[in-house]
């Protein structure tokens, strides 16, 4: 009869010992799944935080974006007037017989023309920031 008790009383040992692993197991699941939640909450306000300063970034560029198109527009402007005026003076040189470089500022306005050419291309290449938004 003892070794029965004692077997009983080993056996409700041991199943109080599967209970408590069972319950320690659920324990460390819910503390990993509390762990991984905390850690994805993070991340979401990290990701949140950074599009919300792009946006206001994005926002800030369309009024230096603006100006640097109406200087564009500016630039391609004074270009064709240049232009004009350096063919005209190109005429008027040959009909005097004179050679076009000996005029003053004519090389250095087409020195001028060929830079703003570059600029305007540069410009070109940008992209209006207000369609990412």
């Known amino acids: 009869m003892n070794n029965i008790l004692k077997m009983i009383s080993k056996m409700e040992s041991n199943a109080n010992e599967v209970k408590l692993g069972k319950h ?19 991340q979401l306000k990290t990701a949140d935080n950074a599009w919300r300063s792009y946006q206001d970034y994005l926002s800030k560029a369309s009024t230096p974006f603006k100006k640097m198109i109406e200087l564009r527009r500016s630039l391609l402007d ?3 007037k240049i232009e004009l005026l350096l063919k005209n003076a190109e005429v ?42």
């Open 78 to 80: 004074s270009i064709s």
């Open 24 to 42: 320690e197991v659920e324990l460390g699941l819910a503390e990993d799944l509390d762990k991984i939640n905390n850690n994805i909450l993070g």
């Open 92 to 133: 008027k040189a040959k009909d005097l017989g004179l050679d076009v470089k000996s005029i003053p500022m004519y090389a250095p306005l087409k020195k001028n023309i060929q830079t703003a050419n570059e600029i305007v291309k540069t410009i070109d290449t940008f992209e209006d920031p207000s369609t990412f938004q």
